[in-house]
């Protein structure tokens, strides 16, 4: 018998309290336990009114999305069937709502005859950020109770709504000071004692003059909106079958809209995102409860683009910063471009003057090290060379405190060999943020061979507070994300030197989805970044460097938009890239010089190509632990990469795919004559694609 639903019997009340940490969300155990105790509560003569409620966190926060697809979340009693035991309960049911009370959670409380609430609880039907539309009943009770367009905007825009809002609509019959349970159970005597109809949602009509017209409005509206999500208007047709048609034939259609996108791509890969950022969370071999470094205060070296960054996440978060330079005026500039940024959103009315003065007062501005004497965290953003970082940590071993983490935001360089110029490897790791690193939530935690697990741990709860998803990578060139960013743009490089043309590559992988294809973003990061890495390679491995299209750009001095032009030309002060004819002549010099004759290339070719050099990287990457999880590889490159959200991340779009197919297609490509050795397909995927497994 499930024992997550307790009863306790107060005179004529019957209060059944549902208590499933961590937010009663409603898996097969609750479900029978709501069942059996109103059972239980129906069967006692003494009661005459029945309360259901949860706990101060949660009413209940909705279905247990870890059941979706199993068994046990496909196991009867189903969460309708619940909502019905309420509603046609013949003992009136009280909803009693404090904390979260969303998605299942709140259509169950739409069962019950009457709710109340405290007045900060927080109701809301947010299915739609999973891709799906509430489909228990919430698309047709809701706007029966407080009317077509409060539901409708509450159920397409998915952002909870405090209870104090509905104070005095059919939604919240009363607003409860003080002990919740208490007022419940005295609104309770108040139905039994004034014998009040059990009002049964199903049973009211949804009257609006202007109905039609505003669902046409709302059509319009929402077609507008997202092309590449089809729940949004789907919540719209549920809604729009609750006016002017029977509760039965409105859950008929709420049940044909659910089943359709509980079966779309797009939603599979909302859930799929939304699960892999929790999951990413949970780091392998790191106990759980491992005991954490106070961070009080950061210390940040450079204040260029990503120091100047990162320094922001930490005063936003309240934590006060001492920011290192090596010259005054870097430094100055380093404060002018945060206070800037800071300008810039108080403007758009974000920030309040007063907040921008707070935050930076939070700056100890410093071209001393001395400063850092005290600091917990340090984190380097100084230039991207081995013997700068060598220089920045052994200084920091000499002047940081004991205990004090030491991170590197390198986007390459090895973290071993950083965490090896101290006396002190355990308290180093990569912090790897993303540019901008005040606006993107990505952040690699590089994990070297020595790094403690105190050291990991805290890293991981600092990201959560300065509000960055946090992905662990283990150390290798580049790192998860990087890593295959070199495959992806190695294999748009080919597509190029094969006879496509950057604006034609950037076009069909904008198409797939991606914010921006490979070589607008290569202007945009700038392209003497990865020449550098080129020279730097050739240099370790002692060889001489056969320069590509991309280092001619380089050598012309077109280094992309900050330079004026790069893959493109720019016009003063804007971005939007213009196809130069330059840039062709240097393909086809190319092309001459290594005898290519180009080809015409199709733009399936280039998503397939681009697409699948990704996931072999990732399958690498994973074979080799330096991730976790398949997901972990889906967070970095939707959160750090512009990967279309609806495709779920590159190793789920492997999965949609086909793992077969993706073989297939890599051994045409490595079988082609001259092909780069990394189209060989990884040990993983072939042995996945041959078991009909996937990475998910
Ligand atoms: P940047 O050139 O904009 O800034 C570097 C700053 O460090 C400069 O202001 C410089 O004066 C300062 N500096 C250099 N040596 C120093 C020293 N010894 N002591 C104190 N200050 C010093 O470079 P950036 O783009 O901010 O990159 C910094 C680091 O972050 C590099 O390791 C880079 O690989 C990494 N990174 C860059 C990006 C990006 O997109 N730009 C993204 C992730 C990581």
């Keep these: 018998m499930s024992n997550v639903v307790s009863i306790r019997v107060q ?85 009693a709502i404090a904390g979260q009370c969303l998605g299942g959670g709140l259509e169950l409380a739409l069962g019950c005859h009457f709710r109340v609430a405290a007045a900060d609880a927080q109701l809301g039907l947010p299915e739609v950020k999973i891709g799906l539309l509430p489909g228990a009943g919430g698309t047709q009770r809701l706007p029966r109770l407080i009317g077509l367009e409060a539901a409708l905007n509450m159920i397409v825009g998915g952002a909870p709504v405090a209870a104090a809002k509905f104070a005095g609509t059919k939604l919240v019959d009363k607003v409860i000071e003080g002990d919740l349970v208490a007022g419940a159970i005295a609104f309770a005597e108040e139905v039994i004692e004034k014998k009040l109809p059990l009002r049964r949602a199903r049973d009211l009509k949804v009257v609006d003059p202007q109905g039609e017209a505003f669902l046409q409005f709302a059509r319009n509206t929402v077609a507008a909106m997202g092309k590449n999500f089809p729940a949004p208007m789907k919540c719209v047709e549920a809604v729009a079958a609750s006016y002017g048609k029977s509760f039965e034939q409105g859950v008929a259609a709420e049940r044909e809209g659910f089943l359709f996108l509980m079966a779309s791509p797009e939603s599979k890969a909302l859930r799929h995102a939304f699960l892999a950022e929790r999951a990413a969370a949970k780091i392998p071999n790191l106990p759980e409860g491992t005991p954490l470094r106070d961070i009080q205060s950061v210390g940040v070296i450079g204040a260029g683009t990503m120091g100047g960054g990162i320094t922001m996440n930490f005063l936003n978060a309240g934590v ?294 990704l996931v072999n990287e990732g399958a690498r990457i994973l074979e080799e632990g330096i991730a976790a999880r398949a997901s972990d590889i889906d967070i970095v490159y939707l959160n750090g990469y512009g990967f279309p959200l609806h495709r779920g991340g590159p190793m789920l779009y492997a999965d949609t795919v086909g793992l077969p197919n993706v073989v297939r297609a890599l051994r045409r490509f490595a079988a082609e004559p001259g092909a780069d050795p990394s189209w060989q397909p990884a040990p993983l995927l072939v042995r996945l694609a041959e078991e009909g497994k996937n990475f998910n």
């Design 11 to 95: 005179g004529p009340v019957a209060v059944l309290t549902m208590d499933r940490p961590p937010v009663n969300s409603l898996g097969y155990d609750l479900r029978v336990g709501i069942a059996d105790r109103l059972d239980e509560a129906n069967a006692n003569p003494a009661v005459q009114a029945i309360v259901l409620t949860g706990t101060a966190r949660a009413f209940s926060a909705g279905a247990d999305v870890t059941e979706f697809g199993t068994p046990k979340g496909a196991k009867e009693p189903n969460l309708r069937v619940i909502i019905g035991l309420l509603e046609n309960n013949a003992k009136p049911v009280i909803g």
């Design 320 to 613: 006060p910063v001492v920011l290192l330079e090596m010259k005054q005026e870097a430094l100055d500039k380093g404060l002018a471009t945060i206070r800037r940024n800071y300008e810039n959103s108080m403007k758009k009315g974000k920030l309040k003057p007063e907040q921008v003065e707070q935050r930076m007062a939070l700056i100890t501005p410093t071209l001393s090290y001395d400063a850092f004497e005290n600091v917990d965290l340090v984190i380097e953003a100084v230039f991207e060379n081995m013997d700068v970082k060598k220089n920045v940590f052994e200084t920091l071993d000499a002047v940081c405190k004991p205990g004090a983490i030491l991170a590197s935001n390198t986007s390459y360089l090895n973290v071993d060999t950083i965490a090896g110029f101290t006396k002190r490897p355990a308290d180093v790791l990569g912090l790897h943020f993303f540019s901008p690193a005040n606006v993107m939530r990505l952040l690699e935690v590089v994990r070297g061979a020595k790094t403690a697990p105190d050291v990991l741990a805290t890293s991981m709860a600092i990201a959560k507070k300065i509000k960055k998803i946090a992905v662990v990578s283990g150390v290798c060139d580049g790192f998860i994300g990087n890593r295959m960013l070199a495959r992806y743009g190695a294999a748009a490089a080919g597509l190029i030197n094969a006879g496509a043309l950057p604006q034609q590559i950037d076009g069909a992988l904008q198409g797939f989805g991606m914010a921006m294809g490979p070589f607008r973003m290569g202007d945009l990061a700038g392209l003497d970044i990865g020449w550098a890495t080129r020279k730097r390679k050739a240099a370790e491995a002692g060889v001489q460097m056969k320069p590509i299209v991309a280092d001619k750009l380089c050598e012309a001095g077109r280094y992309g938009q900050k330079t004026g032009a790069g893959w493109y030309r720019y016009e003063a002060g804007k971005r939007d890239p213009i196809p130069d004819a330059l840039t062709e002549q240097l393909i086809d010099e190319y092309r001459a010089a290594n005898g290519i004759t180009p080809r015409r290339i199709r733009d399936d070719e280039v998503v397939e190509r681009c697409m699948f050099a």
